[in-house]
């Protein structure tokens, strides 16, 4: 069976995220290992416990207080809402999302990942990150919604176990067709 549509065969291409994402984990961590020992030997193990146990209650207070916040804003919205106004959109970088980010930092242990995490405290390091969030998140929007409905079903595909892609699309039956076996059949289980 053919359709007419060239296949390939060479496998796909890893995202340049899949592949140096485990890569700039692996190097962060062994950069907050080292840092920590540097400073363990000129501070001492006890300077270090306390900055690690500092960074986790002050993150644990910086994600309670956003998170009240977050619950606060919600229950306004919902009130607005049930009396007939609407309410006003929120500016990029004026969420708590960011700020409960900072507190996660500030809890995990390492230097550099409190350091990150207060610097995420500032409101405009947040509010710059919260614009270029917002504008990356419509664009890649906007790409994904160029086609129609009736594109996505012409690019529905069959992946055989060959490898090769059949280009196909889906059809379905939401009732069963009148004739002679239209008895119940219950559905087939895996």
Do not use: C
Request: hydrophobic share 45%.
């Amino acid at each position: 069976m053919t359709t007419g549509v060239p296949t390939s065969t060479a496998p796909r291409r890893r995202s340049p995220a899949r592949t140096f994402l485990p890569l700039a984990v692996a190097a962060w961590l062994v950069l907050e290992i080292w840092l920590l020992g540097l400073v363990a030997g000129a501070a001492g193990g006890l300077a270090v416990a306390a900055l690690i146990a500092g960074g986790m209650v002050l993150g644990a207070v910086v994600i309670k207080r956003a998170g009240r916040r977050a619950f606060k804003n919600l229950t306004d919205t919902f009130q607005q809402a049930q009396q007939g106004a609407r309410p006003a959109p929120q500016q990029p970088g004026q969420g708590n999302g960011l700020t409960m980010l900072a507190g996660l930092f500030l809890m995990m242990p390492g230097l550099i990942s409190d350091a990150a995490g207060l610097v995420l405290l500032l409101p405009p390091v947040r509010a710059w990150i919260g614009r270029r969030a917002a504008a990356s998140l419509e664009r890649k929007m906007a790409a994904a919604s160029a086609g129609t409905f009736g594109d996505a079903f012409q690019q529905a595909r069959i992946h055989r176990p060959d490898g090769k892609v059949v280009q196909g699309e889906v059809v379905r039956e939401d009732r069963p067709q009148p004739g002679p076996d239209t008895a119940y059949r219950p559905p087939l289980a895996p």
